[in-house]
C-alpha cells in the first residue's frame, strides 16, 4: 500500500514570494491533515477536511494561507505572501476517518524563507 | 484548551539502559492518547495509541499506561538498542466544538550509544 505522497521535499523562497505544497493521501482515507512543524516544536494542526469539507481550520493563518481538498482526494496548501517566520516542516497525513483513528504521515516539506 | 507536555531532551542513554519519557496532558474531554516516533529522514509513524483509561499500548519492547488519575502517559523501554535513536512525540486526540482535534507534544529527542 503506498503512503502518503508529498511534493516538493525542499523550497527556498524569498519572503513575500508564494509558493505551494501537494499532498496525496493513501487511497480510501477520508481525512486529511496539515500541520505545521517549527524546528524544536511539535506538529500544529494548520487544517483538517473530512472528503473535501473544512473540519478545523482555527489555526490556519488565513491572511496568507489557503488549501483545498478538491474531489475529495489530494490536496494544495498554499502561502501568499510568505513570511520569514513560515520557514518550517509542512507535514501532510490522512487517517480512514475522523476521529481517534492514526494518522499516517508524509515525509513533509521543508520550507526555507529568506 | 487541551495540551501536551512532555520532558525535554535530549535524552542519551547506553545502549541496554532503562528507557523512560514523561508525558503528561490536559484535556476537557476523555481522549485518545498515542506515541509517535520520528527516525532520521523519515516521517512520523505510530509507536503505540491507548484510548480509554488503564489501557495499555505496547510496540516493539515499547509500553505506555493510559493514567488518568495521574493524567500521565509514559514512555518506557527496558532495554534501548541504538535503532532506537529518534524524536518521540507525545500526543493526544480529543473531541473538540469542530470535531476530533489531535495536539503533540514538543517531542522528545533520543541518542543511544553503542
Same mark, same amino acid.
Given at each position: 500500500?503506498?503512503?502518503?505522497? /508529498?511534493?516538493?521535499?525542499?523550497?527556498?523562497?524569498? $519572503?513575500?514570494?508564494?509558493?505551494?505544497?501537494?499532498?496525496?493521501?493513501?487511497?480510501?482515507? %477520508?481525512? *486529511?491533515?496539515?500541520? /505545521?512543524?517549527?524546528?524544536?516544536?511539535?506538529?500544529?494542526?494548520?487544517?483538517?477536511?473530512?472528503?473535501?469539507?473544512?473540519? @478545523?481550520?482555527?489555526?490556519?493563518?488565513? @491572511?496568507?494561507?489557503?488549501?483545498?481538498? *478538491? $474531489?475529495?482526494? @489530494?490536496?494544495?496548501?498554499?502561502?501568499?505572501?510568505?513570511?520569514?517566520? @513560515?520557514? %518550517?516542516?509542512?507535514?501532510? %497525513?490522512?487517517?480512514?476517518?475522523?476521529?481517534?483513528?492514526? /494518522?499516517?504521515?508524509?515525509?513533509?516539506?521543508? *520550507?526555507?524563507?529568506? | 484548551?487541551?495540551?501536551?507536555?512532555?520532558?525535554?531532551?535530549?535524552?542519551? !542513554?547506553?545502549?541496554?539502559? #532503562? &528507557?523512560?519519557?514523561?508525558?503528561? =496532558?490536559?484535556?476537557?474531554? =476523555?481522549?485518545?492518547?498515542?506515541? =509517535?516516533?520520528?527516525?532520521?529522514?523519515?516521517?512520523?509513524? !505510530? &509507536?503505540?495509541?491507548?484510548?480509554?483509561?488503564?489501557?495499555?499500548?505496547?510496540?516493539?519492547? #515499547?509500553?505506555?499506561? =493510559?493514567?488518568?488519575?495521574?493524567?500521565?502517559?509514559? &514512555?518506557?523501554?527496558?532495554?534501548?538498542?541504538?535503532?532506537?535513536?529518534?524524536?518521540? #512525540?507525545?500526543? !493526544?486526540?480529543?473531541?473538540?466544538?469542530?470535531? #476530533?482535534?489531535?495536539?503533540?507534544?514538543?517531542?522528545?529527542? &533520543?541518542?543511544?550509544?553503542?
Amino acid at each position: 500500500e503506498a503512503g502518503v505522497a /508529498q511534493s516538493p521535499r525542499y523550497k527556498i523562497i524569498e $519572503k513575500r514570494q508564494s509558493v505551494a505544497f501537494w499532498c496525496n493521501p493513501i487511497s480510501g482515507h %477520508a481525512t *486529511l491533515y496539515w500541520y /505545521q512543524q517549527i524546528l524544536g516544536q511539535g506538529p500544529k494542526l494548520l487544517i483538517q477536511f473530512q472528503n473535501n469539507g473544512v473540519v @478545523d481550520d482555527s489555526q490556519l493563518p488565513k @491572511d496568507r494561507f489557503s488549501a483545498e481538498r *478538491l $474531489k475529495g482526494v @489530494d490536496s494544495t496548501l498554499k502561502i501568499q505572501p510568505a513570511k520569514l517566520e @513560515d520557514s %518550517a516542516v509542512y507535514l501532510c %497525513a490522512s487517517s480512514l476517518g475522523g476521529g481517534t483513528e492514526t /494518522q499516517y504521515f508524509g515525509p513533509g516539506t521543508r *520550507l526555507l524563507v529568506l | 484548551g487541551d495540551s501536551v507536555t512532555q520532558m525535554e531532551g535530549p535524552v542519551t !542513554l547506553s545502549e541496554e539502559a #532503562f &528507557l523512560t519519557i514523561n508525558c503528561t =496532558y490536559t484535556a476537557t474531554g =476523555y481522549p485518545s492518547l498515542f506515541w =509517535y516516533v520520528q527516525y532520521p529522514g523519515e516521517g512520523l509513524q !505510530l &509507536l503505540l495509541k491507548a484510548t480509554k483509561a488503564d489501557d495499555k499500548g505496547s510496540n516493539k519492547g #515499547f509500553e505506555a499506561t =493510559y493514567r488518568k488519575e495521574t493524567t500521565s502517559f509514559h &514512555l518506557e523501554k527496558g532495554s534501548v538498542q541504538v535503532s532506537d535513536s529518534a524524536v518521540y #512525540f507525545c500526543a !493526544l486526540s480529543d473531541r473538540g466544538t469542530g470535531g #476530533f482535534k489531535t495536539i503533540f507534544g514538543a517531542g522528545t529527542r &533520543l541518542f543511544v550509544k553503542a
